[in-house]
């Protein structure tokens, strides 16, 4: 009992390790370009198909 134990804490402290480090680690890129601006969509050769 006390190996399963073990490893049960073991899991859960490497699951909460990888997710504190993705959290640190995550670096949100800046957007590009005009947010604002609205571009029309291309029109379809062929809307029937």
């Known amino acids: 009992m006390f190996r399963s134990t073990l490893l049960k804490a073991l ?11 993705v959290i640190l680690k995550d670096d949100p890129a800046v957007p ?3 947010i604002n601006r609205i ?3 291309p029109e379809q050769s062929n809307p029937d198909r």
């Open 39 to 41: 571009q029309p969509l």
């Open 11 to 21: 899991v859960g402290i490497a699951i909460i390790a990888g997710a504190i480090l």
């Open 32 to 34: 590009t370009g005009d």
